[in-house]
Each structure stands twice: as C-alpha cells, then as structure tokens.
C-alpha cells in the first residue's frame, strides 16, 4: 500500500532553478472509499492499490474526493493532476474541480479505451508583496513558475474536496482514477538566484525563451516557411460547400430576403437570416485584424532581449515615451512585417477572410478591425463603445440620466456611419460586461445633489411617499427634507430602503437598454442590436440579478448577448418561458500551457489536442442549442506573453504572437464548422 505524501518526485521546470514537487496526495483504499468519497448518480469502489473504479449516471453525476486529514493545503502548488482511464464504451467528457471553485476546473475528453492526465491548475491564489515572483515580475497574470492569477482567489490553504463530474452528458460513464498528485512549488529560491538567470526570458519574435515546442520560430525564415505551410493548407481547404458569399446555407430553406440580416424562428428553433434569405448561423471570432501583442516596455526593458534600434524597420510598431524611449511594443504587427514585407497590412487583413472561410467561420466578431472587416467580404458585428459617466464614479455601468448620455452614445454611433446600410453588417454590441448589478441604487444614493441620477432618484421617491414623512416611516431615517435627502451622501440600510434602491435601479437599466435600442433604431434600422454582452456565466443556472435584467435586455434587444466561459452552452436559455428572444455568445475561450504561454486564460485545458477537441464540442452543443444563433471565440491573436495593457496574458489565439495559426483548433473548427448547419438543422 503507497503510504500519502512519503512518494515524492523532484523534477526540474524549464524555468532556471525552479523545483517542482509532485505529491501523492490521495492514498488509495477500500477504507479511503468508504469514508472520504461521497457520490450522486455515481458510484465508487476501489479497484486495485492504486486506482478508483467510478462508473457514472449521465443524469447530474458527481463524485466528490475529500481530503483524509480535513484539507489539503495547496498554496505552495501550482495544480493537481491525475490519471483517468476509460474502460468504457462511450467518449468521456470528464470535469473536475478543484473544491466549489468555479474556475479552478479542468476538462479531459476521451474515447474508450483511451486514457490520460487531468490537470488541474490552483487558480487565483494570492501570493505575499514580498514573494520572490511577486517582486520579479510585473502587471503578468501568469509567471514563469506557473502561479496563475483569477480575481476570484481560491482558498488554497484549505481545500477540502475534489469534484469530478460529466459535461453535458448524453450517456453515462465508467472510467478508473489513479495517481492523484499535487504538483509543482512556488516555494521559491532567493530573489538574486532568480534574477540572476531569469531575464530576458522575451525573444525577438515575442515568444517566451526558456521552453521549447513544435513550431516556435527560431528564425526570419521560419515566418516564411510558416507561411508557405498555411497558403497550402487554405488552398486545400478554401470554404466549405453550399456557402453563399455571406456564409449563409444555400442548400437549406431560402425565405424573404431584406438586403440584411435578421432574426426567425422555424420549427421551434431561432435563426439568423443573412440579407439573401439564406439560413445562417453565427460562427465567429472576436479581435480579428486587431494587435493582440502588444505589450508595456516601460519599467519592464530587461523582459526583453532585442527591442528594435531607431533605425530598425520594426521599430515603427513602438510607441515612445515623451523622452524617445519605448513604452509599448506592438509583436503582432512586427511579426506581420518580418512574414510578409512592407505591405503585411494588406495581405494580413485579405489573410482574414480567407482563413476564416477556410476555417469554417463566418463572422468578424466584437472587437474587430474595422479597417479589415469594411472590406465587406466576412459579415461582421460592431462594437459601440464611449468613456461614459460611471454610476457613482464608481461601478462599471453607465449613468443614463447624465445629460450628455444619448448624445455622446450618437455621436459613439456617428463613427460607424459606413456600416449602417451595408449588407455585411449584422448588428451592433454596445458596451461589454456591464457591472454592478444589484449596487446601482445604493451607489446613486452616495453621490452629490447635483449627479443626474441622484436627482431622478428624489423625484422616483417624491412620487412614491407623499411626504418626507411617509418615507422616514417605511426607511426608519430622519431626513428633515427632500433637499436634506438630496444632499445625503451616506448609505442608508433596511430591507424596505434596498427595495426602493432596487426598483430605481431596475429604473435605470431598462432606461440603458431602451436608449441603446433607439440610438441604433433611428440611425440604422434595419441592423440588429446585439445587446451588451451580459457575463453571468452560470446564467440561467445561477440568476441573481439576472432574474430582472435579461427580460429587460430582451424587451430591447434584437438579440440578447452572454459571455459565457463554460464548457458547453447547452442550459444557455432564458429562464422565464415568456423570454422567447434568439441569444447568441459574444466570448468563449480555453486554453493550455504546452506551447510557451504562461496562462490559460479562464477555462483550461491540458493541451493543444485538448483544446480542439473541446472546441469541437463546444460549438456543436451550441448547435444543438434552439435559442443560440451564433458563438464567437475570444480570439484571433495570441496576447503578448508579458501581458497586455491589464495584464491578460492567455493562451486564447487562434493564431500565436507568430501568426502561426494552432493547427489542432483549427483542424477541430473546421471539423465543426463545415458541418453546422445540418447539425443544427437536423438535430
């Protein structure tokens, strides 16, 4: 019997001088089955001195691994990981998380007979100022090392539990489970044994130095070798067949043709209607065109080992400080030049549209070139976006009733003037992950007398309660006048105050969505208002606020929009039956950490081949789904690996710093994409 926490193996990362430390972490034995695995729909027994047996109901399964000794203390790791075995006879889409963390979760697919490593990375953990990593590197969500930031931390020091559970399951599942370990060590060394070997670690091209993997570029003659490859690739795989030039399906039902898109529902399944009258399904991706890699110079010069001279021809792609030193470096723009010469511009935003065809894709999605998708050969969606006033200058969420609100959206929407009629256009995003649901009434009531929201809050209240009086009484305050409320700026508490907040609140949101409607409306009529991209990701298991906003959204919205980082969309509906509105996803990414990234991004997977295949069953559950009428990946360009302007350093191009597409997503997008209209038909 293996004894817990006595095995352990000391391997070396690629980062100098780093330990990593793999621990057994889970003793297996009938004992341990007995009292520390609780399952649901699920079964568990022990099958040999180093595995679990776990057969699986499709129907909500869980098993739930807890720790012997109460917890396990993860703080000093990196991930957890351990073997999974499928002895049986349908694939495994097999889940697990780390204790109730949301995003400290991993995916494993594989076919019967099949088996391989989960891994699951501790995200989130908060490391101290003073840690040596800390101190080393700066504004980068992941660090060589492997620590991974999230902004929701997980409590590593006490994880209780293991969650392993099925996506979206058709079938049930009998698979083995040995070999649990916790893996990797942020126990650091001194901070001049790092600093001494740890910089550079950027090359020239952008790539991180101290790993090495299938297809990094070494040299100006890989880009052209890459190249090569690609134009092959596309020429073998142009478009798929029975396409109209919008991407819509020739080959299916043809109804009214508008000269643009629209929204139907036929046979209980919603659509898109490109401007023939061709069914169409929203196949896309978001930042196409778009300088994923660029990347903050300043403070952090020593990351880098060749930054260009003045008299460099990359050395147009930096932007200067006021004293002619570089304060920010555009990599996807220099590898662009260096792959294809003085007019990379061009062949880059014609590259675009072919590959996206080639890919199976038909749509530029939120945060694309404009300059790339006006060539008016991919439809398109546009993003509407102006520094509006913050509710309370504060949350993440527009005050509407300032007066310059409207105006100042028209003249946001004035800018995309050129798009308003063409045919290629299918609508517009508006914002982007709005926040502070819930907290809008209170922040309005701590703002000054003479913040518009504030004074359209009195005269809500003035219309409710007759008298100030009346007021005091349901809040339990003691304002002496409308103006002493007016000129109130602290929080007021009790269930009856949080109501009244509430309601203005919800005031407010139906106010943003029906402007939004009315600036496109006047303006372009015949395009769509996609919404703005709402971002709770458990939406309609979890609804919080979501409840009040989303048929509010729907009222208004052509089309309602969610980013929703899960690994299957399928439950993505509305919760109320009255909510009968097309959705469609505006952001879905995953990444891994086998080809020099240091961050996933927010949902993770083990590999390359992980990543396709996940991809793959994604945009079919998505298919399958009868109110989704399209998906975007988020998106086209790999992130700088130093992290752009907030620190996002993810694993999530289509393509990396290189321009090198990742072949294994894209195999898996076509694969998908040159089917999905007989999926979505048929199914």
């Known amino acids: 019997m293996k004894k817990i926490l006595l095995n352990v193996l000391v391997l070396s990362l690629a980062l100098q001088g780093i330990v990593a430390q793999n621990k057994e972490i889970i003793e297996i034995s009938e004992s341990y089955i007995s009292s520390f695995v609780k399952t649901k729909n699920a079964k568990a027994e022990f099958a040999n001195e180093e595995s ?41 889409a097999l889940n697990c998380h780390i204790g109730d963390h949301q995003w400290c979760e991993g995916l494993l697919l594989i076919s019967p007979g099949e088996s391989g490593r989960m891994s699951v990375l501790v995200k989130g953990y908060k490391l101290p100022e003073e840690h040596t990593l800390s101190l080393l590197y700066k504004d980068m969500r992941g660090l060589p090392g492997g620590y991974v930031w999230h902004w929701v931390p997980l409590d590593a020091k006490s994880v209780k539990k293991i969650k392993l559970s099925l996506v979206n399951p058709e079938e049930g599942a009998t698979f083995s489970v040995s070999n649990i370990m916790a893996e990797g060590n942020l126990s650091e060394k001194s901070f001049e044994q790092l600093k001494e070997n740890a910089f550079p670690f950027v090359d020239k091209y952008g790539q991180y130095m101290h790993k090495e993997w299938k297809g990094k570029i070494e040299s100006d003659d890989d880009l052209q070798t890459i190249s090569k490859i690609e134009k092959n690739d596309i020429e073998a795989y142009p478009a798929p067949a029975n396409r109209n030039k919008y991407g819509g399906w020739t080959k299916g039902e043809k109804l009214k043709a508008t000269g643009h898109f629209r929204t139907e529902k036929i046979c209980g399944k919603w659509w898109l209607i490109d401007p023939e009258g061709c069914l169409f399904w929203s196949h896309g991706i978001t930042g196409v065109g778009k300088g994923a890699a660029t990347t903050q110079v300043t403070g952090r010069s020593h990351y880098f080992s060749e930054l260009p001279k003045k008299a460099s021809p990359r050395f147009q792609f930096a932007r200067l400080t006021a004293q002619g030193k570089i304060s920010t470096f555009n990599y996807t723009a220099s590898n662009l030049y260096l792959k294809y010469g003085e007019d990379w511009k061009n062949i880059s935003q014609e590259n675009a549209h072919k590959r996206l065809k080639s890919w199976g894709m038909n749509t530029f999605g939120n945060w694309s070139d404009t300059e790339t998708y006006i060539l008016r050969k991919t439809p398109y969606a546009v993003s509407v976006n102006f520094p509006w006033k913050k509710v309370g200058g504060k949350l993440k969420f527009p005050n509407v009733f300032h007066s310059h609100y409207k105006t100042n959206l028209k003249k946001a929407f004035l800018n995309h003037k050129e798009t308003w009629n063409d045919a290629y256009c299918i609508g517009y995003f508006v914002d982007n992950e709005l926040h502070g649901w819930g907290a809008i009434g209170n922040h309005v009531m701590l703002s000054p007398a003479s913040d518009n929201a504030k004074v359209e809050l ?60 009315e600036v496109i409306k006047e303006s372009a009529p015949n395009k769509l208002y996609l919404g703005s991209r709402l971002h709770n990701h458990y939406y309609p298991e979890d609804l919080g606020h979501q409840r009040w906003i989303v048929p509010i959204a729907a009222k208004y919205c052509d089309v309602i929009s969610f980013n929703r980082y899960r690994f299957a969309p399928n439950d993505l509906q509305p919760h109320d039956k009255n909510i009968d509105k097309p959705i469609i996803i505006g952001e ?78 894209i195999d898996a997008c076509r694969k998908i994409g040159y089917q999905m209209y007989e999926i979505r038909f048929n199914k």
């Open 52 to 92: 679990i047996l776990i057969e699986m109901d499709k129907h909500n399964p869980l098993v739930e691994l807890y720790a012997p000794e109460g917890k396990w203390d993860l703080s000093n790791n990196t991930s957890i990981s351990f073997k999974v075995n499928n002895i049986g006879d349908t694939d495994i």
């Open 458 to 517: 009195i005269n809500f209240l003035k219309k409710k309660y007759s008298e100030i009086a009346q007021l005091n009484s349901t809040w339990g305050t003691s304002f002496i006048s409308w103006e002493a409320l007016l000129n109130a700026t602290q929080k007021v508490k009790g269930k009856a105050a949080s109501v009244d907040l509430l309601e203005f609140e919800r005031i407010m949101v139906d106010l943003y969505y029906k402007t939004c409607n």
């Open 588 to 665: 879905f990414h995953f990444g891994a950490l086998d080809r020099g990234m240091l961050h996933t991004g927010l949902r993770s997977v083990q590999n390359q081949e992980q990543r396709g295949k996940a991809y793959y069953e994604y945009i079919k559950a998505a298919l399958e789904n009868p109110y989704l009428v399209g998906a975007h990946w988020f998106q086209y360009g790999e992130q700088a690996v130093t992290g752009r302007g907030d620190g996002e350093n993810y694993q999530i191009g289509f393509l990396d710093v290189c321009d090198t597409p990742y072949q294994e997503t």
